[in-house]
Structures are given as structure tokens and as C-alpha cells.
């Protein structure tokens, strides 16, 4: 692993750069590009595309059609969900990305598993900042930067690098770490974290260990705080240094308690379901399946999702965090994705 990858925007000063899409990641590029000197413009539907439309406006951005913002760039940004990309494409860049232009992603999703198969003739590369957009935005305002996953899937005008390291230079992730990878490494192990620890394995170990408390007889707030509120204080001693870091700053009693129970709950066999997710991941079955759910109306992922807003925990926990001032007031600042 390349973690001493030097960039800057130079490559990229003289291309116009479309960004298509104007949610939490769309924005903060676009911004930041900007802020760098970079020419942007942002492909949105007026009357469509609200209020995303309105955002970009009020930003001082030159919002166009997403067709004419292809035609007029070198390089298009696709910053839209996995799911509608397959025909954004088909419908609006492919009949109007110029040869040798360059076209980016920021989760190999569609490309991997073939819902898009770009022409011949242009570049496709990846720059994947590991924060959402709200971070990357406020770290490139205070002179920072968020680190980011780089690939080069085409290279047609052979300088593909170079502009990728340029746009992440623009973005800022160059003032922090770029990591080179590629469209299969960061798909797979994306999708893999999220649905065996980060979203499917911490949420179902939260809901299981508050039906085992309540269960056994102990008061759903109780039972709240102890597996989800707490959560947080772990999670934030993981993410700012690692398990060393959570074991200092945890007692004695808690730290025996996870080197001879923790392993009883989370084991060997759990490594073995969570090779059967990657298998999937890899293999393409996940991929496929989401296509099929989305396609029919996504009526089992409401369901589940249903399901899971309606389960105690969540009922407990609105009536609990409603008490926690502290809480609403970072509501407006809780980052997306």
C-alpha cells in the first residue's frame, strides 16, 4: 500500500468538471473543487431534482441539464445512488461523454458488477473519500482533509492517474492519505462491512442484546442504555485509536469480561457466516438480488426497514433521547453518507 501519494489539482486546471448529483458527497466535491480553483458546473433536473436544485443554486453553482453538463466537461463525476446510475448512464452520458473524457465513481458498485459497461474510449476511475460528505467539506474548509480510495479501471488517454490524482487532490484527500486500489477490492470490501459489522452486525447485536435483557425481566431503558446509548462511548474510543485505545479507557471489569465473554457471543462460527456474506458479496448474488428488489419496488426492503422502525428498542429510544437536549442541537449536523 502507496500511502505517500503526492497530488495536486494541476492536471485538471484546464477541464471543465460535471458533477452529477448534489446530495451530501455531490456537494462537498463540487464545493471543494471549486474552492480550488477548478472549473464545475452541476448536472441537475430543474423541477426534478429539488431540493437538491435549489442547494446548488444557493451555493453560486452553474447547475445545467445533467446531458448538456456531460457535453460541455472532460471529466463527469456520477455522485447519484448505485441503483438509478445503470440508466443515467445509458440515457444521458453515454451519448454525450466526449472521447478521452473522464468518467468517475465513487463506489465501484455499478461498474464491478456490470450494470454499466463504459465505452471503449473513455477513462473510468474511482476516488472514494472514507468520510461522509459533511466531513469531507468541513475538513477542506479548516485546511485538512478526508483520506480516499483511488482507481483506475480505463485508461483511454493515458493520463487517467493523473487527473484522478488531481481531482482528489481537489477535493482535499490529498492533504490527508491516498490509498490505490481498485473497482473489485473497493466494492467487495465495502459492501462487505456494512452488512457483516458496520450496519447488519452492530444492529443485530443491539437488538438481540436488548431482547435478551428485556426478556429476562430487566426495564426496557435500562436495557437501552446499556446497549445502544453506550455504544457510542465505544465506538468513538475505536475510531480514535483502535482497540489499544477502548481497553485503556474502559475498566478492569469490563476489559476481563470481553477477553472471556465476548468470544461466546461473536465466534468462530460467526467468521464462518461472515464468509459466506463475502461469498455472496463476491460472487455477484448480492448484486443481483438488490437489482431484483429495486426493480420490483423494493417491497421486501420496506418491510425489513418497517420492521426495524417499529421494533421496541426504537420506541424506547425516541422517548430516552427525547430527554437528551445535547442531542438536538448535532441533529442538523449528523452527517450522511
Not at 448529483?21 to 426534478?48: I, T
Not at 474548509?141 to 480505463?154: N, T
Not at 480514535?240 to 476489559?255: H, N, Y
Request: with cysteine.
Amino acid at each position: 500500500m502507496n500511502t505517500e501519494i503526492k497530488a495536486t489539482t494541476k492536471a485538471l486546471e484546464d477541464t471543465r468538471i460535471a458533477i452529477i448529483g448534489y446530495g451530501s458527497q455531490g456537494r462537498a466535491h463540487a464545493l471543494n473543487l471549486r474552492d480550488s480553483g477548478l472549473q464545475v458546473v452541476v448536472g441537475l433536473r430543474e423541477g426534478k431534482d429539488e431540493p437538491s436544485f435549489g442547494q446548488a443554486k444557493a451555493d453560486g453553482m452553474r447547475v445545467l441539464e445533467p446531458a448538456e453538463a456531460v457535453r460541455e466537461a472532460g471529466f463527469i463525476s456520477v455522485l447519484t445512488p448505485d441503483m438509478i446510475q445503470a440508466k443515467l448512464y445509458a440515457d444521458v452520458i453515454e451519448p454525450n461523454i466526449k472521447k478521452n473524457a473522464a468518467l468517475l465513481f465513487a463506489h465501484g458498485f455499478s461498474v464491478h458488477y456490470g450494470a454499466i459497461k463504459p465505452r471503449a474510449d473513455i477513462d473510468v476511475v474511482m476516488v472514494a473519500p472514507k468520510g461522509p460528505g459533511a466531513l469531507v467539506r468541513t475538513e477542506y474548509q479548516i485546511g485538512r482533509g478526508v483520506p480516499c480510495l483511488v482507481a483506475i479501471h480505463q485508461d483511454a488517454s493515458g493520463h487517467a492517474r493523473e487527473k484522478t490524482l488531481a481531482y482528489a487532490a481537489g477535493i482535499g484527500g490529498a492533504r490527508a492519505m491516498l490509498i490505490e486500489t481498485d473497482f473489485k477490492e473497493e466494492t467487495e470490501s465495502d459492501l462487505f462491512g456494512e452488512q457483516a459489522v458496520l450496519c447488519g452486525g452492530v444492529s443485530e447485536l443491539v437488538r438481540y442484546g436488548f431482547e435478551t435483557l428485556v426478556e429476562a425481566g430487566y426495564k426496557p431503558e435500562i436495557a437501552y442504555y446499556e446497549v445502544m446509548h453506550e455504544l457510542k462511548l465505544i465506538v468513538d474510543l475505536f475510531y480514535e485509536g483502535g482497540i489499544t485505545k477502548m481497553l485503556t479507557f474502559v475498566s478492569e471489569t469490563a476489559q476481563y469480561g470481553d477477553f472471556t465473554r465476548g468470544s461466546r457471543v461473536v465466534d468462530a462460527s460467526t467468521k464462518e457466516k461472515m464468509r459466506a456474506v463475502l461469498k455472496e458479496v463476491q460472487d455477484g448474488t448480492f448484486a443481483k438480488e438488490w437489482a431484483a428488489e429495486y426493480a420490483a419496488g423494493m417491497p421486501n426492503y420496506k418491510k425489513f426497514k418497517q420492521a426495524d422502525c417499529n421494533h421496541q428498542i426504537e420506541k424506547v429510544g425516541a422517548a430516552l433521547r427525547a430527554r437528551m437536549p445535547w442531542l438536538n442541537q448535532s441533529a442538523a449536523k449528523t452527517p450522511a453518507k
